[in-house]
């Protein structure tokens, strides 16, 4: 899968990853329904990831939960029509999401001001 290494700088004050930081919770047979963890994230990765991973016409659910407010981990729900597995839809809709972020700072590069550095 698409993954971006986290950035400890970043972080706040989580605890370094030690394992996956996405693993699979449950799945049905076929592949077409799972829940997946997603560790040291949030709503700021859970609704933008849930809102293009809907986008997928292969998708007929999916939904994203923040078990408990002191845990930095989130569960997202994929059940797709059994064309493409969860794990497939998932995984395109982490590089569809990269993709559009990339495009957002593409575009705000071209319009700021000569003077903005990364």
Known sequence: ????????????????????????LQ????????????L??????GNPLRHIILKNPAVEFCAYTVPHPSEAKIHIRIQTDGSRTATQALDKGLNDL??????IQQLFRQKAQPSYEP
């Open 1 to 24: 899968m698409a993954m971006i290494e986290p950035n400890p700088a970043l972080g706040g004050n989580l605890p370094p990853l030690v394992g996956p930081k996405i693993s699979l």
């Open 27 to 38: 799945s049905d047979n076929d592949g077409s329904t799972a829940t997946f963890v997603i």
């Open 40 to 45: 040291q994230e949030d709503h700021t990765l």
């Open 98 to 103: 990269i993709a559009v972020t990339e495009h």
